[in-house]
């Protein structure tokens, strides 16, 4: 058994909650609200829950047979001495037994029409961008709440608020960062285990589940999939420092990977009953579809746009033995990729800059705390452009930063900056960050560099999502040409062999070096440990060809690599040992160190998501069929909302098939499927309850 901190055994008093024994429907565990918020007197540890209400148990009975492992089970039901009408959520946590939330139910609603007026900004939004905007005011609008922000977390888990929508005289927090400081531990772990996380007064104490069990093991009870589990003292504070009390808080998960949050803040408490809590959730899961479809179509625009420069980069390696002088002789082609005010390459310890940049001080600066952050990744953040500190001064020195890292060694970075107009700038140690931020919740909240934070007042230029996926295919594109262009020096300065050599074996894709004659010199640690490869050591480039499921072709194309120096390009597909087929692209080269001299070949893989064609096309039909059929049987006031789903579900089939998406095993393609079929099991569940309302007395129409 683990040990767990004391919050971990409390839930919020708003609700009560009680743990029975599944064989006999005894209660094994209860809050300590439990028998007040039933109106009972008695203890309620050994009670069976026919004593508390005949309804609570033949309704709970009635349920023990549905899959209660996953999303809890939601139904309305009289409780209690006083019949009080209650939400029960029920679910098997990983302890054993079944846990019974109850919570007031509120009136009788019918959600039908605004959860629809609500899709159609949604559906219709034509970027990231938009979409995060209509999200935080569909939200709002639903719940009332005073602000509400859309979280975008990059590869390294930081969160950065992108949009926000918010009531007059509420303070922005637009443009802000937040690292792990200030998210409670093992958020998104949680997160995942429990979709939506609501806090109704963070003032209100949290109310112990007992019993606590003994000293030595701690409580034997596993609260992490309740929906009123307390939150943790460190999220308490930090909602303190922002002056608010309620809170609602829905994931945005895209694939495998929880792409953002939708953050609901209420300066006084606040109370969302179920039905608009499944709705915003609903809601959620429908926008994780549309950012899993807009992400693929910027993708496919951004190739366009890197796909000419890459071709420069490896023309002038041909000419000139060098890449640099293509990429910064005319850095306005980089400029307008992104619509930048300057740029800077670091690489190899030199700093290349053009048009406006922090000074290289700074810029030394900035690259140590981008070698700080782990995994590297594309990031975006606010800076300071001078490397001197005075307490405050006025100007063009603030920049909005989006950095695209070149390979894993340190200090290789594209960077590029956008300036700010004028703007007051202060700085801060990090003991009075605390202060700053309850004084200041709309300013910026730096990560800080030399042991300081950097904080400012004004509203930085956003990068787009289009701007984000151009920097890390070009970063990923030039990393590409970095290494080739190792692979070249290798070949020819062979003293200069183990330098080289551990610089090229930093490098994500599979390369292969051979000679002029087919002969392999080295692999890269990454194509050894490629499905496929593992333990085949390569005696010459053509016994490639055995190993590929296109084995005559790849054979041919050797053969002319060989043969002709014909460079190649194209795709292979490789059966691990599990019998899984994965697909790469290939890039093959003769390398020259003069015209008709070949010196060796290079051989470079890049993972791709790409399988047969009759499947990935069989996946794009079945799936949207499958949704569609599940939403046939839904009728009444939330018809409308069935279609609109399946409809969504069809549309993001056909982006992500376009760009080559949605092949087995895709993580986009398989997480929006979840997403929409996570939405659909919601609209079922309201109207479930709304079922549930009507038998309670209720007409779901009034």
């Known amino acids: 058994m683990r040990q767990r901190g004391r919050y971990d055994s409390t839930i919020q008093s708003c609700a009560a909650l009680l743990v029975v024994r599944e064989a006999d429907l005894t209660v094994t565990h209860a809050s300590d609200n439990a028998a007040l918020f039933l109106g009972v007197a008695e203890d309620l540890i050994g009670c069976g829950l026919a004593e508390l209400g005949r309804d609570l148990h033949d309704r709970v009975r009635a349920h023990l047979d549905h899959a209660l492992d996953g999303a809890p089970v939601v139904l309305r039901c009289p409780v209690g001495e006083a019949c009080r009408e209650c939400d029960l959520l029920l679910h098997r946590p990983s302890s054993g037994g079944l846990v019974i939330e109850l919570e007031p139910a509120g009136p009788a609603v019918d959600l039908s029409v605004q959860i629809e007026r609500a899709l159609d900004p949604l559906l219709s939004a034509d970027s990231v961008e938009r979409l995060c905007d209509a999200s935080a005011g569909v939200f709002q609008e639903l719940t009332g709440y005073d602000r509400v922000l859309v979280f975008r977390f990059d590869e390294a888990g930081y969160g950065q608020v992108v949009s926000e929508q918010r009531k007059a005289g509420v303070a922005s927090c637009l443009g802000q960062h937040f690292g792990d400081s200030e ?18 007064d963070a003032h209100e104490p949290p109310v112990f589940v007992r019993p606590l069990g003994n000293a030595q093991s701690g409580l034997d009870l596993d609260l992490s999939r309740c929906t009123w589990r307390s939150l943790s003292p460190l999220h308490l504070q ?19 990977r929880l792409w953002g949050l939708v953050v609901c803040h209420h300066r006084t408490p606040r109370f969302v009953h179920y039905p608009a809590r499944a709705a915003c959730e609903l809601l959620a899961e429908t926008a994780a579809t549309r950012i899993a479809a807009l992400e693929a179509t910027a993708e496919r625009v951004a190739e366009a746009r890197v796909r000419g420069l890459e071709s420069r980069l490896i023309e002038a390696i041909s000419r000139h033995g060098d890449w640099r002088p293509a990429l910064m002789d005319d850095a306005s082609l980089l400029l307008g990729l992104v619509e930048a005010a300057g740029v800077a390459l670091t690489y190899e310890g030199q700093v290349t800059a053009f048009g406006e940049t922090p000074s290289e001080g700074r810029l030394r600066e900035i690259l140590a705390w981008l070698d700080a952050r782990t995994p590297k990744g594309v990031v975006a953040a606010s800076v300071v452009g001078h490397e001197r500190r005075p307490r ?68 930085l230029p956003r990068w787009s999502s289009l701007d984000r996926i151009t920097a890390r295919l070009l970063g990923d594109s030039i990393g590409d040409v970095i290494q080739q262009f190792r692979s070249v020096r290798v070949l020819i300065a062979q003293a200069q062999l183990a330098q080289a050599k551990s610089e090229l074996d930093l490098a994500s894709q599979p390369i292969l070096i051979a000679d002029a004659q087919g002969g392999v010199l080295c692999t890269t640690p990454a194509w050894d440990a490629t499905p496929g490869f593992v333990g085949q050591g390569l005696a010459a480039i053509q016994d490639l060809a055995s190993l590929c499921m296109e084995s005559s072709d790849v054979e041919q194309h050797l053969r002319d690599l060989l043969a002709q120096h014909r460079a190649w390009r194209g795709r292979i597909r490789l059966r691990g040992d599990n019998g899984k087929i994965d697909a790469y692209l290939i890039r093959a080269d003769a390398i020259f160190s003069a015209p008709g001299q070949v010196i060796g070949l290079v051989v470079i893989l890049t993972r791709t998501f790409e399988q047969d064609k009759a499947p990935q096309a069989e996946r794009a039909r079945v799936a949207p069929e499958g949704v569609a059929a599940a939403s046939a049987g839904v009728s009444g006031p939330y018809s409308g909302i069935a279609s609109l789903m399946t409809d969504n579900r069809k549309q993001v089939a056909r982006a992500l098939s376009q760009g080559g998406d949605c092949a087995q095993g895709s993580p986009r393609c398989d997480g929006a499927e979840r997403a929409a079929a996570r939405a659909l099991e919601l609209l079922g569940r309201l109207i479930a309850y709304g079922r549930t309302e009507s038998r309670s007395g209720f007409d779901a129409n009034d």
């Open 183 to 200: 998210a409670p531990p093992n958020a998104h772990s949680l997160i995942e285990r429990n979709r939506m996380r609501h806090l109704v």
């Open 238 to 256: 930090f909602l303190e420092q922002l002056d608010v009390r309620g809170t609602l808080v829905a994931p945005l998960s895209v694939g495998a």
């Open 392 to 459: 405050t001064f006025i100007g063009p020195s603030a920049y909005a930063l989006l950095a695209a890292p070149l390979s894993r060694a340190d200090g290789e970075y594209l960077l590029w900056f956008r300036a700010a107009a004028k703007e007051e700038l202060g700085l801060h140690p990090e003991p009075a960050l605390s202060a700053v931020v309850s004084r200041h919740p709309s300013q910026w909240l730096g990560h800080g560099f030399a042991g300081s934070a950097m904080l400012t007042t004004g509203r």
